[in-house]
């Protein structure tokens, strides 16, 4: 599976926000932690990740508060 996107920050090959080359996912980057790539290196997977494993540990710490409380 693959897609494609356009950034409003990329000017040619230029990210406007960053002041440097384009790279995406990238520390800075709009995308980082919020997009998975296909190049498994890309530091936003594992910001990703750990970034789901943050809200999953939170909804588990609300379930077990709920179970004690007797929902």
Same mark, same amino acid.
């Given at each position: ?47 990703? /990740?750990?970034? !789901?494993? %943050?809200? =999953?540990? *939170? /909804?588990?710490? !609300?379930? %077990?508060? =709920?179970? *004690?409380?007797?929902?």
């Amino acid at each position: 599976m693959s897609g494609g996107w356009s950034c409003s920050h990329q000017i040619g090959n230029l990210c406007d926000l960053l002041d440097k080359p384009c790279e995406p996912g990238i520390k800075g980057c709009t995308l980082y932690g919020k997009a998975r790539f296909a190049d498994p290196a890309s530091p936003s997977n594992e910001a990703l /990740e750990r970034r !789901e494993r %943050m809200r =999953r540990e *939170k /909804e588990m710490e !609300e379930l %077990m508060k =709920r179970a *004690k409380s007797g929902f």
